[in-house]
């Protein structure tokens, strides 16, 4: 059984692996942008590397890690860029 939680990525992505061993999770969801925005900067590729592995270190196996998409999306709209 999988059980995990939202987590912070307050400190730059790559922590949201440790913010979920912290807390007994095997799974976790979390934001990879200011989800009150609509874009953001790509992640650096050192930023990207310590993530995964932070991953592979904790054990976290990437099917159960689950990206959260932002908040202004809006799937009914008739503008394509916001669907």
């Known amino acids: 059984m999988f059980i995990g939680a939202h987590v912070s990525t307050a ?4 922590r949201a692996p440790e913010n979920a061993r912290a807390i007994g999770a095997n799974a976790f969801a979390l934001f990879l942008k200011n989800q009150r925005r609509w874009f953001d900067k790509p992640y650096p590729p050192e930023r990207v590397r310590r ?10 196996s990437p099917e159960y890690i689950l ?6 999306i809006n799937l009914c709209s008739p503008d394509g860029e916001k669907a």
Not at 51 to 60: A, I, W
């Open 11 to 14: 400190g730059g992505v790559e």
């Open 51 to 60: 993530f995964k592995e932070n991953l592979k270190r904790l054990g976290f």
């Open 67 to 72: 990206p959260h998409a932002g908040y202004l």
